[in-house]
């Protein structure tokens, strides 16, 4: 039982290049995420997936699209990255199967490093 | 808004020492409050979750939290702080997603 992975660890781009961030997970959980953290300013939702086949926006969308291929991946892509893309990505899955209601604890994945020269 | 703080950017403690990290709340309605904790180059883990019911919630690695609606608190607590404690911990409260804080580095000194 990995838990949730992430390929790759670390990805150095130039800006405008783009990339897919991979995220799976074995815990058959509904919902999964994609968050960015920068210093100082602890976790931001990019993206997140209540269930295999929705995806909606979180608190900072913009430069990124996600695909729910199905209930194990959950991927992130960079169209045209930017020096302000620069930044640790995690993502995570849940059991909850929607966004209100009795929470429950996220699982993370280890995390990528991508710089953006 | 819903929206977590936590006031201090580090917490120095001696090995042995009870270790206290803050945090506040402001949310409308009921909350939902975590602690997560990030070791170097890790994901985050959850160590614990309010509810609702017993305001004093116990967790991993012996971290417990109290759940204050008074003075909208909800402080990460251990009675005997490890050197090997020494991470990053985020609290977080769950509106429709979840929000967390900026973090508090905490540092145990043998």
């Known amino acids: 039982n990995a838990g949730v992975t992430q390929t790759p660890k670390f990805q150095v781009l130039k800006t405008g290049q783009s990339m897919t961030l991979q995220c799976a997970q074995d815990m058959n959980h509904n919902s999964m995420y994609w968050y960015r953290q920068d210093p100082g300013m602890g976790l931001r939702l990019i993206y997140y997936s209540a269930s295999e086949g929705t995806t909606d926006k979180g608190e900072v969308p913009n430069g990124y699209n996600v695909s729910r291929l199905n209930k194990r991946e959950f991927s992130l892509r960079l169209e045209s990255a930017a020096p302000s893309q620069t930044s640790v990505y995690f993502c995570?899955?849940?059991?909850?199967?929607?966004?209100?209601?009795?929470?429950?604890?996220?699982?993370f994945g280890p995390g990528t490093r991508l710089t953006v020269t | 808004a819903q929206s977590v703080a936590q006031p201090e950017d580090q917490v120095n403690v001696a090995e042995g020492n009870p270790l206290t990290v803050k945090c506040t709340y402001s949310v409308s309605g009921n909350p939902y409050l975590f602690w997560y904790v990030q070791y170097p180059n890790r994901g985050l883990q959850f160590l614990l979750k309010y509810i609702t019911g017993d305001n004093l919630v116990k967790g991993s690695y012996g971290f417990e939290a109290e759940f204050n609606k008074s003075q909208t608190s909800f402080h990460l607590k251990k009675p005997s702080a490890l050197v090997s404690d020494s991470a990053l911990y985020f609290c977080?409260?769950?509106?429709?997603?979840?929000?967390f804080g900026t973090g508090t580095r905490l540092q145990v000194f043998p």
């Open positions: 977080a409260v769950r509106d429709n997603k979840l929000i």
């Open positions: 995570a899955s849940s059991v909850e199967n929607s966004q209100v209601g009795t929470p429950y604890e996220q699982y």
